[in-house]
């Protein structure tokens, strides 16, 4: 009856009817989630991160516009800026040097300014916080994948099966010496070959 005062069991508030009363029992509901941004407004758990993305605008929810690519951002400009760089491979120029970057803030700020990140373990310092937390990772706490392919514990997952379980790869990364004529499976195997035999400089082990 829609004029019968009803208690809320959980709370004791009183709604009148049962209609008011259902609607309300949904906020004491522990599978629901309210909305910061609508007061008194719950959600599944399913649909929660749903409706913050598409009512309130809030994370990566603005999608590439260049047909099969699924990346989303969070601002168009950083969507735009992305088409720029990924799909049309534009450059911009350094006023400081004169050459041109596809990513010309981390030109800038690792080349120009000189910016670290060092390792709170061992000082070694890094261009990227990634290159740093990959160091950590691997250095410091020991992070090892399995291969599911043949069941060996290696740092590096993704390189370990391009180079052993892809087939055949062909040498084509070059020895920043411009006087070597060596080629190299990757960017990697050429920078230690650089180091060890141009520039002599030997690798420590971590462990001993």
């Known amino acids: 009856?829609?004029?019968e005062k009803l208690d809320c069991p959980t709370c004791?508030?009183?709604?009148?009817?049962?209609?008011?009363?259902?609607?309300?029992?949904?906020?004491?509901?522990n599978n629901r989630?309210?909305?910061p941004k609508c007061?008194?407004?719950?959600?599944?758990k399913s649909t929660f991160v749903n409706h913050i993305r598409e009512v309130h605008r809030v994370g990566k929810h603005i999608p590439c516009t260049v047909p099969e690519c699924k990346v989303?951002?969070?601002?168009?400009?950083d969507m735009l800026r992305h088409i720029a760089i990924v799909h049309e491979n534009k450059k911009e120029l350094c006023t400081e040097c004169g050459e041109s970057f596809k990513n010309l803030?981390?030109?800038?700020?690792?080349?120009?300014?000189?910016?670290?990140y060092k390792c709170q373990e061992c000082n070694k310092e890094y261009k990227t916080e990634k290159m740093l937390k990959h160091h950590v990772e691997n250095i410091h706490e020991?992070?090892?994948?399995?291969c599911e392919i043949c069941a060996v514990e290696v740092i590096d997952l993704k390189n370990h099966i391009k180079l052993n379980h892809e087939g055949p790869i062909e040498r084509t990364e070059s020895c920043p010496e411009?006087?070597?004529?060596?080629?190299?499976?990757?960017?990697q195997e050429a920078r230690k070959h650089y180091k060890s035999f141009h520039l002599e400089i030997k690798e420590m082990c971590q462990l001993c």
């Open 178 to 187: 411009e006087t070597c004529d060596r080629k190299f499976r990757t960017g």
């Open 142 to 146: 020991m992070k090892r994948s399995i």
């Open 33 to 35: 989630l309210e909305c």
């Open 39 to 44: 007061p008194g407004k719950t959600f599944a």
């Open 105 to 116: 803030k981390y030109h800038q700020t690792s080349v120009h300014q000189g910016l670290r």
């Open 72 to 77: 989303k951002f969070r601002k168009k400009g």
């Open 12 to 29: 004791q508030k009183q709604f009148w009817g049962a209609n008011s009363l259902k609607n309300h029992m949904i906020c004491h509901d």
């Open 1 to 3: 009856v829609g004029n």
